[in-house]
């Protein structure tokens, strides 16, 4: 079980892999409503994972990543983007 509360270190990490989801959503040129109807997501639940508002689900994170046609890992990597990502 994580502490509580969490570190200050986790909603920044947390808010960095919404940046990745945007980033990486509006290299597809989708909106958030185009991206939540390809994963099978609200778009309510794009905008909190990218607003970094709540902790994202394994799950939600792996149909994402699906839907926009990218590893897991480009959506969760730690600093900038690599040369030719999104």
């Known amino acids: 079980m994580p502490t509580d509360p969490l570190p200050d270190w986790v909603p920044v990490r947390r808010r960095a892999i919404g ?9 597809a040129g989708l909106t958030q409503e185009g991206l939540a109807g390809r994963a099978g997501l609200d778009r309510k ?3 909190r994972l990218e607003q970094g508002v709540n902790s994202p689900l394994l799950d939600h994170l792996l149909v994402i990543a699906d839907a926009l046609g990218v590893p897991l890992s480009d ?3 730690e600093g900038p983007p690599a040369p030719g990502s999104p």
Do not use: F
């Open 45 to 47: 639940t794009v905008n």
């Open 19 to 27: 940046d990745n989801v945007r980033a990486a959503r509006t290299a």
């Open 75 to 77: 959506l969760v990597r």
